[in-house]
């Protein structure tokens, strides 16, 4: 079994709706997508499998000493080290820009509960990176206008939907917010932009949907259709 083959079947446990959007994405660039929404759904799993702040902490550094290796080719055996190399050489990806999908669950390694400011921040700076790169990944950075700050509300958005406490009933309805004016303004984008976006722009969409039914959600089957439905029309 290859590496992308061995991180496309974790993938699928790790992250289902992830999994899914990433088989949109066009043959070239799929692998790419594998790799950076591997690396996103390990990591961001971590805060809530240690109950030690300080094991959360070492699991973390493990992440950045393994970015830290990668800048001289050593994989240290992974399977996502040998991706996240490949990546990097095919791309031309920086390893900095995967440090903000790690810097930013320090924050929840905090034993106490945290503000909606506080989840936003972290939403923020881990949504952003993550669909930046994401961008890069399928060659698509040139199809956005700098200052539209499209990027950011849907990133953010998208993050803060998967931060959403027990309870946190005000903090989904800023995520649903925050989805629906990105989804709008990509749905305003020309035919041509939106056809270059839409394989990473597809989660967005997806959590929108999720958002909009908060804390219902429909079946798996219903998402799937939406997602097949979004992928066909280039719409959000």
Same mark, same amino acid.
């Given at each position: ?106 924050? &929840? +390694?905090?034993?106490?509960?945290? %503000?909606?400011? @506080? /989840? ?6 881990? !949504?952003? *990176? ?18 539209? &700050? +499209?990027?950011?509300?849907?990133? %953010?958005?998208? @993050? /803060? ?6 309870? !946190?009933? *005000? ?39 999720? *958002? ?25």
């Amino acid at each position: 079994m290859s590496d992308f083959e061995t991180l496309r079947a974790e993938l699928r446990g790790l992250d289902g709706d992830l999994y899914l959007c990433h088989l949109f994405a066009p043959a070239p660039a799929r692998d790419g997508l594998l790799t950076l929404y591997h690396f996103y759904a390990d990591i961001a799993r971590i805060p809530s499998l240690v109950s030690d702040p300080m094991v959360g902490a070492i699991r973390l550094q493990w992440w950045r000493d393994l970015l830290t290796a990668l800048k001289t080719g050593e994989t240290r055996g992974t399977p996502i080290g040998a991706a996240l190399l490949a990546a990097h050489q095919q791309r031309q990806l920086g390893f900095a820009d995967f440090l903000p999908l790690i810097d930013g669950r320090e924050a &929840g +390694l905090a034993p106490d509960g945290r %503000t909606a400011d @506080e /989840l936003e921040a972290e939403a923020k700076l881990v !949504g952003t *990176a993550w669909l930046k790169l994401a961008c890069a990944i399928v060659n698509a950075e040139a199809e956005l206008e700098p200052d539209s &700050g +499209l990027i950011q509300q849907a990133g %953010t958005g998208f @993050e /803060l939907m998967r931060l959403v406490p027990a309870g !946190g009933e *005000a903090v989904a309805a800023r995520a649903r917010d925050l989805l629906r004016q990105a989804c709008a303004q990509f749905n305003r984008l020309p035919r041509g932009q939106r056809k270059a976006l839409l394989p990473v722009f597809l989660p967005i969409g997806l959590a929108r949907r999720q *958002a909009q039914h908060f804390p219902h959600g429909k079946s798996l089957l219903r998402y799937q259709l939406s997602l097949l439905k979004m992928a066909l029309w280039g719409r959000l």
